[in-house]
């Protein structure tokens, strides 16, 4: 079982970052972590455990991140928090998000939404077209426009 630490370093140490544990602290302060980066797994929460995945996904700059109902086990405060985190990261990052959700709440926080049906594009259409709308920046899942 790895730390905190030790997760988030793990692609930078693969990707050759010879500054691997330096580089994983860093992101482990952006996502809040610098006070549990010496922690494992079963010493953080369900949120801390995801913000760690999070700063571990986003380690390597990747141009595309591919993230999979990221909400999905958490409670809506935490679902929250992470969701304002990825978000950030991505635009701070530069990263393209592709958000995966059965959440129709957390599907107005994307600049376009593709819908699936039968293992089919049902829909294609930007989120200004949606209850959000891109410009209007993000809103707390159920919040109403």
């Given at each position: 079982t790895l730390t905190a630490l030790e997760n988030?370093?793990?692609?930078l140490e693969l990707n050759g970052d010879?500054?691997?544990?330096?580089?994983?602290?860093?992101?482990?302060?952006?996502?809040?972590?610098?006070d549990r980066q010496f922690h494992y797994p079963v010493q953080l929460s369900g949120g801390e455990q995801q913000r760690v995945a999070v700063a571990r996904a986003?380690?390597?700059?990747p141009p595309i991140l591919l993230a999979d109902e990221p909400t999905g086990n958490l409670d809506s405060a935490a679902g929250r928090q992470v969701i304002d985190l990825i978000l950030s990261l991505h635009r701070d990052h530069g990263s393209t998000l592709v958000l995966v959700t059965h959440d129709p709440a957390l599907?107005?926080?994307?600049?376009?939404?593709?819908?699936?049906?039968?293992?089919r594009i049902a829909s294609d259409v930007?989120?200004?077209?949606g209850p959000r709308g891109a410009a209007s920046g993000p809103r707390s899942p159920g919040e109403q426009p």
């Open positions: 988030v370093a793990v692609p010879d500054h691997a544990r330096a580089g994983a602290a860093e992101l482990l302060a952006e996502v809040g972590l610098h986003f380690a390597c700059r599907a107005t926080y994307a600049e376009r939404i593709i819908t699936l049906r039968d293992g930007p989120a200004t077209a």
